[in-house]
């Protein structure tokens, strides 16, 4: 597939033990190999519900009576179910990276392969873009922005840099942001720094985190008990979400015990930590930081 080539197609699709009339929802329909699949496996009285943001993703959509595709984003899951009537659901995919369709259309301004405006939306109606964090946002913010999400420890250098050089001249497209930030990309890892520049400003213009989180708080509330969850992360900061969130339902802290030890969690995990085949990565170079987790509702 052009758009997407999809990431641990069979092992996700598995994780769900899919019901032949079971419902179940892919929240990031994308090119819709994920949901391909699921709809292979349903019978005639299944029901899936896709859920993609972005406009290009509305072109993949499914003519299947038994497909609903919802142009929302995933951090409102329990809203748009419940207005197309569903209460709970026997299983929730999701798979979090950005697509390659995403990566590959130049004017997106994903990809540091390409010079482009600074954009980086997923939602192509949102008022923020990377053009905003660069020139917008203050010193502190951006150091936050390039700490938190990028996890560069040059983040103070970098931030007040940037600060600097935008006060010269606005920094437009990716090429004005290298230039700006050239002194720290050194020859043999520039590539993985930008990478690390690039990850930590698009986290923050789709506010992913927060997206991330408001969407897992949901998934104990619509899946209906035995439900399964299969989720593919691809960053550290999404895979550590996930997992803390199966292990104990809390993204800080830890929860509450009785006076035996024991706490009580939504749900529990299934299996171990599922990574893509050496053949998969040879196949799809972009696979190769995919962890798949998948958990059932108790």
Excluded: W
């Excluded at 997407?4 to 190999?33: A, C, Q, S």
């Amino acid at each position: 597939m052009e758009y997407h080539n999809p990431v641990l197609l069979k092992e996700t699709v598995d994780g769900l033990n899919i019901k032949e009339n079971g419902v179940y929802v892919d929240v990031t329909f994308g090119g819709g190999g994920h949901s391909r699949e699921i709809l292979n496996r349903l019978g005639e009285n299944g029901r899936l519900y896709a859920f993609d943001q972005d406009p290009d993703a509305l072109k993949n959509t499914i003519d299947d009576p038994r497909f609903q595709l919802i142009h929302e984003n995933f951090r409102y899951l329990k809203r748009f179910l419940r207005f197309h009537g569903v209460k709970e659901v026997d299983g929730v995919l999701g798979d979090f990276g950005v697509s390659s369709h995403q990566f590959d259309v130049a004017e997106r301004g994903f990809s540091t392969r390409f010079d482009a405006d600074l954009d980086m939306r997923m939602n192509q109606q949102s008022r923020l873009s990377a053009y905003h964090v660069v020139n917008e946002y203050d010193e502190s913010d951006l150091r936050r922005v390039l700490k938190d999400y990028g996890e560069l420890r040059q983040a103070p250098v970098m931030a007040r840099e940037i600060v600097h050089q935008r006060n010269q001249k606005e920094i437009k497209t990716s090429s004005d942001l290298k230039d700006v930030l050239k002194r720290f990309l050194n020859h043999k890892k520039e590539n993985k720094v930008l990478a690390q520049i690039y990850q930590a400003i698009r986290i923050e213009v789709n506010q992913e985190i927060e997206v991330l989180k408001e969407f897992l708080e949901q998934v104990p509330e619509v899946l209906k008990k035995g439900g399964r969850l299969s989720v593919i992360s691809y960053h550290s900061l999404e895979d550590r979400l996930v997992k803390r969130f199966i292990r104990n339902g809390m993204f800080e802290g830890e929860p509450e015990r009785d006076m035996f030890g024991n706490f009580e969690v939504p749900m529990k995990k299934i299996g171990g930590l599922v990574v893509p085949s050496r053949e998969e990565i040879e196949m799809n170079s972009r696979a190769r930081s995919a962890k798949l987790r998948i958990a059932e509702k108790i």
